[in-house]
């Protein structure tokens, strides 16, 4: 009989009732724990002692830390399809040899950097001790962060895995992912529409043109950037993203800030993480503050410089109602309940924020002189293929010339059959499909709870 093979274990609480008092993000079946001692047994490492730090339940995953006879160590199981977590591991073998401050793999004793076991890849890592995060209270914690980030990004450049990784790149994915947000945001209408008669759905009605139109102007400033001929570069060229970069995977340590839990990782545009803190931290700051927008980008330049062209691709991104769209998405899951609660508060808090927003980008966008411009005529000896090549999607949207107020005035009601439509089935190569949300029914969704230990790292 061969070894369990894992699976999320999400459902447990559903199908057993003792399972519903129990935190289930600092839980792994006992079928789990016995795949850990086996994969410990790859190692040449004995274990005096093992503690769960947090688990995902919900995608199969965990990690612990080991306390053994050549140190602390951390034992991590990686929840994503083996040739893609591959991809991550390399990457994070790449890094820590480029001089990123990253925890490093400890090898197996077949000199391995991983180990496959119940379907699933495992790695184990130093334990990087004492980190703690950095402060949220004022500009220089979100600076050093960005500094950490910029540093993380250039080590990450020229990256190319093995034939055993399936890439994982997001590179060439930003207008798709662009019309994406556009598709969903008339989803969201028409759910709102659909359950007219709870709290929040005519707040929603009354604001969703907005955002609409946001979207819709981003992309298509997007697609007359130079995003197409930076692409063009190739993934090597631009390096990695973390995804998932905050302040819980970036955390001061010995000599500065420590990337964390890379098991995420793609190529990309390195912007598009620094703009995810950029507008969370505004998001959480019920205001867009200039000074600590500024702050923010000049402390990540430093460390890893950006060109004009990149420059301006990070306002477009930011011109996009990413934090809308966040808040919205989970919607579809269930969307009477989710219309039910406290929705209308959520919003509103970002309508607040808009007053704030589009000053603040106006202000920000003079500073594009600050920066260089930059050479993208791809080598002739550039052999990477990319993993994903999209053609513009020319004429679909006519652009905007400015971040100004005016330029997100509410769409008129017809705006739902504008040119956008019928342009891109005119002249887009690469269609998306308009699809409409179904009724959803209840889902039961076991949120992940940030169990981080501020001591270590994994």
């Known amino acids: 009989m061969g070894d369990y093979q894992v699976q999320p274990w999400d459902n447990l609480a559903l199908t057993n009732p003792k399972f519903r008092s129990i935190d289930l993000n600092m839980y792994v079946p006992p079928e789990i724990e016995k795949l850990a001692d086996k994969v410990i047994s790859f190692y040449d490492l004995k274990v005096k002692e093992r503690h769960l730090i947090t688990s995902k ?32 591991v390399e990457a994070q073998q790449y890094v820590v040899k480029k001089g990123a401050r990253v925890p490093a793999l400890i090898p197996t004793k077949k000199g391995q950097l ?50 055993e990784a399936n890439v994982a790149s997001r590179l060439h994915k930003w207008p798709k992912h662009y019309a994406k947000i556009i598709n969903k945001i008339d989803w ?60 819980s995977n970036g955390q001061m340590g010995p ?45 990540y330049h430093k460390a890893n410089p950006l060109s004009q062209e990149m420059f301006k691709i990070l306002l477009i991104d930011m011109a996009m109602p990413n934090e809308f769209y966040k808040h919205c998405k989970e919607m579809l899951y269930d969307p009477e309940t989710f219309l039910n609660t406290e929705f209308t508060t959520v919003i509103n808090k970002l309508m607040l ?55 997100i005035a509410p769409l008129e009601k017809t705006s739902k059959k504008s040119k956008v439509k019928k342009k891109s089935k005119k002249n887009s190569k690469h269609k998306t499909k308009k699809t409409s949300p179904k009724k959803s029914k209840n889902k039961a969704k076991t949120s992940r709870a940030s169990n981080r230990r501020k001591g270590g790292s994994r």
């Open 57 to 88: 339940p919900d995608k199969g995953g965990a990690i612990w830390r080991i306390k053994t006879n050549k140190g602390v160590r951390s034992l991590k199981l990686l929840h994503r399809e083996p040739r893609r977590s591959r991809f991550s």
């Open 114 to 163: 991983c180990q496959e076991l119940g379907g699933k890849t495992w790695i184990v890592t130093d334990w990087v001790s004492p980190l703690t995060q950095a402060t949220k209270i004022d500009l220089k914690g979100a600076q050093a962060l960005c500094y950490g980030l910029g540093e993380f990004h250039k080590h990450s450049k020229g990256y190319v895995p093995s034939g």
């Open 188 to 247: 969201f209408r028409v759910l709102a529409k659909l359950y007219k008669e709870n709290p929040a759905s005519r707040k929603l009605l009354s604001v969703i043109d907005t955002f609409e139109k946001q979207a819709q102007n981003a992309l298509a400033q997007l697609e007359k950037s130079a995003y197409y001929k930076m692409v063009s570069m190739g993934e090597p060229y631009w390096g990695l993203v973390h995804q998932d970069y905050g302040w």
């Open 255 to 299: 000599k500065g800030i420590w990337v964390i839990d890379l098991d995420g990782v793609a190529y990309d545009l390195p912007i598009r993480d620094l703009r995810k803190l950029i507008t969370s931290t505004m998001d959480d700051m019920g205001v867009w503050d200039i000074k600590w927008m500024r702050g923010m980008i000049e402390a």
């Open 353 to 407: 924020c808009e007053k704030t927003k589009w000053k603040a980008l106006d202000q920000l966008s003079k500073d594009i002189g600050k920066y260089k411009k930059g050479k993208y005529d791809p080598p002739a000896n550039n052999n990477h293929k990319s993993s994903v090549y999209l053609p513009p999607l020319s004429g679909t949207i006519q652009p905007l010339k400015t971040f100004s107020a005016s330029s």
